[in-house]
């Protein structure tokens, strides 16, 4: 049954879901049916991260018990890291939690049991691991220094500020990490969950699938687009070099990154509520230049082509004023679409059909085959 060619694959239906929904006219975005501007104000990442795995919101045991559970996978093996010390130094952070994920993969102590109740449980200890490797892998690769210990009294999101800095997290920049990890949680069919999907349609493991999405996330046009949005923001420098700066861009005709959604034709519903956590931040450091900056990238990329900052945009400049190393944005991400990515992976799992699209051929036509000699 061969259908139409679409590039990109836009709009092409390729599953069935009941983990998150875009409602593009409204620019609203549920998970399991609450609205993410909600969540990412009031609830915890484990608590929302324990309803994009199953479906409903944790009562108290619940939650007490999923988190005892990604507090165990905080604690990474000690022969990750020790292996983690050879990296070199320069290496991009995606590329050293891509290869400590694949480390951790063998340690895992479900790497041969591929039941649905191992997968659940791989994925917890995906999060915690995660968690710990992005701010430990920076840290032991990049900054040559001991990897500091998680403390199991502090939220996931505070264990992330507190590994990469040592010290116990300020209580808005908690509360702010929070709220990003919850709106980088999930987003449906998006470039590195479809990725992750494919990997294990073909019967491959969580830790495969999860490899796979990092790789895919990385690039600027997906979840790189964060890092890239900040070398953007520190490039235009000042809010008055935004309007020939940008209008030179589009004439060059290049992607300014952290605008523009496949999905969102309006606004991208995670951008407002981030950027209102930003604003906090600003209030707080006294510091509001890289917010004006933004904001007249902004009034330039609506006026010159209609489009709108998505998440990576203001966060961006929201991680370099809580102090956040760039190149840790993307990884943060990660950390957080892993929730997203299990799930889809579990889901996927549960009525799995191996994912194999077709392609149109335009290469040459059949010919005969000339031997070396002759050619
Ligand atoms: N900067 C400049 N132009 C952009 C743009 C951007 N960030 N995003 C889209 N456009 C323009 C395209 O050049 C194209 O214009 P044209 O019709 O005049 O050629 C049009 O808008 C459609 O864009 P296209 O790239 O075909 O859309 P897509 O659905 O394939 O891609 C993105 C979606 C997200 C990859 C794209 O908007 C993009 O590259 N954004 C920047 C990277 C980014 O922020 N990624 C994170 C996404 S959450």
Redesign the pocket.
């Known amino acids: 049954m061969a259908s139409e060619y679409s590039p990109?694959l836009?709009g092409v239906v390729a599953a069935v879901s009941g983990i998150s929904d875009i409602d593009v006219e409204r620019s609203v975005l549920t998970y399991r049916g609450y609205d993410v501007h909600v969540l990412a104000e009031q609830a915890s990442f484990e608590e929302v991260a324990f309803l994009v795995l199953n479906g409903e919101l944790p009562n108290r045991d619940q939650l007490a018990n999923f988190c005892a559970a990604i507090a165990e996978g905080r604690c990474v093996p000690a022969a990750v890291y020790d292996a983690l010390r050879s990296f070199p130094k320069e290496a991009h952070p995606m590329d050293i939690l891509r290869a400590g994920v694949s480390l951790l993969a063998l340690h895992d102590p479900d790497r041969t049991d591929h039941s649905a109740e191992a997968n659940m449980r791989k994925a917890i200890r995906l999060i915690g691991q995660i968690g710990a490797l992005v701010p430990n892998g920076y840290r032991i690769v990049v900054q040559g220094e001991p990897p500091v210990q998680p403390d199991s009294s502090i939220s996931h999101a505070g264990n992330i500020l507190y590994m990469l800095t040592g010290q116990r997290p300020d209580p808005l920049a908690e509360h702010v990490i929070n709220g990003s990890l919850i709106l980088y949680m999930e987003h449906g069919l998006n470039a590195s969950t479809f990725a992750s999907r494919v990997v294990v349609s073909t019967l491959s493991d969580l830790y495969s699938g999860t490899i796979a999405a990092i790789g895919a996330l990385k690039g600027?046009?997906?979840g790189g687009?964060n890092e890239a949005a900040m070398e953007l923001l520190l490039d235009v420098g000042t809010p008055d070099r935004a309007r020939e700066y940008i209008r030179e861009a589009?004439a060059a005709k290049k992607?300014?990154?952290?605008?523009?959604?496949?999905e969102y034709k309006h606004s991208d519903s995670r951008a407002g509520v981030m950027k209102e956590f930003g604003k906090r931040v600003c209030e707080q450091k006294g510091d509001w230049k890289w917010f004006e900056i933004a904001e007249a990238i902004e009034q330039e990329m609506w006026e010159a082509?209609k489009?709108f900052p998505?998440?990576?945009f203001p966060s961006a400049w929201t991680y370099y004023l809580l102090g956040l190393p760039i190149p840790l944005y993307t990884p943060l991400f990660a950390a957080s679409r892993t929730v997203g990515w299990s799930a889809h992976m579990i889901e996927q799992l549960s009525a799995n059909r191996i994912i194999r699209p077709t392609s149109l051929y335009n290469g040459p036509a059949p010919r005969e085959f000339v031997p070396l000699s002759d050619r």
Do not use: S
Request: hydrophobic share 40%; aromatic share 4%; charged share 20%.
């Open positions: 990109g836009q600027p046009l997906h687009a589009l992607k300014v990154m952290g605008f523009g959604h496949r082509k489009l998505n998440l990576d």
